[in-house]
């Protein structure tokens, strides 16, 4: 029988790398997960804790996958603890993915918002010129670094770290310098996950240029197939409309950068 | 003359028969703008309680081999107030509010707050199989459905359907308890409590454990209660519990039901479900020389 992709599957957990002291990668086994696109998620279970969407990671070996998750609430501190030889349970993938645009490529993460950015490079041409910014915190906040400049090695590119507080790399915030290189170069394709305020920024800095952006929103999810209603922003269902949104489109939703829902599906502000 | 699909639920005239079901994509107007403008006949608000709540821990889905789902979302929902709030500046849209409560005063109260608001009915959901003291464990005490049904009904002049579902109480028993106290119509049926448990972590996967059970293992136990109400009672139906294709709809109709909602078929083929059901009925009349739902209510009842 075809597998139900609603369906909890089980994988074990084969090896975990310490990204940074509060992110890791889990990498396990599993086909169907090892070939998602770029923007793709997953409903990650963790037995007798709870259950989170999380962005599907590259998966280098053939057949292999993994999650990146950066220990925060009892959900993904739950995976964050997840050890070899463990169990996770897996459905999906759900949602869309980036539209992959050929030429001068802008990649702007931030956080574990990186994650779909490295899977997105997997996807890349051989003569894409490609930038990537990594946006951290503080130098122990930085990772990927080595993983992108290692995806790119056979391309044109550059990867870019800034830190909020200049331990490491450019100092100041990643959309800062997204403003100075969009007023230097005229991609031909932008690409950005992270917190929805630097989304939000980078959007607006690409669209008032006339650039083409997309970004991978995150919103409250509890079911992941559209039945829930709770990843609602504005009229789109970050589930099954997204989780990548053009930004001609985002600039008219009136939730985007602005609100998010609790569990309860009470706005708030950002 | 091209066949209408205007249908009417007692006093509650829709332009389709088609709606989406409660506890499905209900919590924001701009949704509601959306699937209106999809073809759906009304939607149907997420089960609002007096306080906002925050619902059941993740997993609250699990999606079942073989078709079908089982959840435990939990009612989470903003509060009757926040939503009446949220819904003022609807205009266009057919809402109907679905309403949980413990006593009759929670569903007394939460009608008084959306009096300024534009609302076609009100939906009380005696029903909902995993959340306890209300939903199912107020549907099976007939004696306390009569109060409700009976307090509402003194609240308000928008009409009022009550939403049954199969507990430890014969279903029939609250839908009797319901139309002595004055409701309005029946929406039959909710989800069927139910478990899924997984071998491998040899745990329930449900973070609640129990859940409901919806989708396309449940049609035929809805279609059945519809018909059985339907031949029992003189009470407008609306049918619900699986229906993913036009066909599911029809045959919901020719059991008896005026209107049919619609809620894991959306999980399966989003929100397309509703214009591929409106347009398979059109045909079907047009095919069968129809040109009103009402001459095709309850049509299987003379076989």
Redesign the interface.
Known sequence: ?QR?????K?CVIEKVIDETPTVRTLIFSDDVMSSVLPGQFA?V?I??I???PMSVMIAQESGKAAFTVRKHGP?STGLFNVKVGQ?I?V?GPYGNSFDLKQGKLLLVGGGTGLVPMMRLLTHIKPNDDVTVLIGAKSKNEVFFEDLANNLLKNNPHRVIVTTDDGTYGEKGFVTSMVEKLVNEINFDGIYTCGPEIMMYKTVQLAHSRGLFVQASLERMM?????????C?V??D?VC?DGTVFDGDHLISNKEFGRFH??????LENY | MEPSLVTSIGKIQLERPVMLASGILGISLDVFNRLYRSGAGAVVSKSLSTEPWDGYPNPTIFGINGGGWINAVGLSNPGAPNFAKMIEPNKDVPIIISLVGSIPEDFSTMVEQFKNSKVIAYELNLSCPHVAKVGLEVGDDPELVKKIVSTVKNSTNVPVIAKVGLGTTHYLNTVSAAIDSGIDAITAINTIRAIAIDVETQRPILSNKFGGLSGTPIKPIALRCVYEISSKYDIPIIGCGGISTWEDALEFILAGASAIQIGSAIGDNWIHVFNDINKGILQYMKRKGYSKIDEMIGLAKKS
Do not use: D, F, Y
């Not at chain 1, 139900?4 to 909890?8: K, S």
């Not at chain 1, 509890?222 to 709770?230: E, Q, R, T």
């Not at chain 1, 829902?261 to 009470?266: E, Q, S, T, Y």
């Open positions: 029988m139900n992709l609603n369906h909890t089980i409903m279970w037995p007798g709870n259950e989170l959900a169990q349970g459905r509890k079911c992941g197939v559209g039945i829930c209603g709770s609602c504005g009229e269902l099954k829902r609790n569990k309860a599906g009470i």
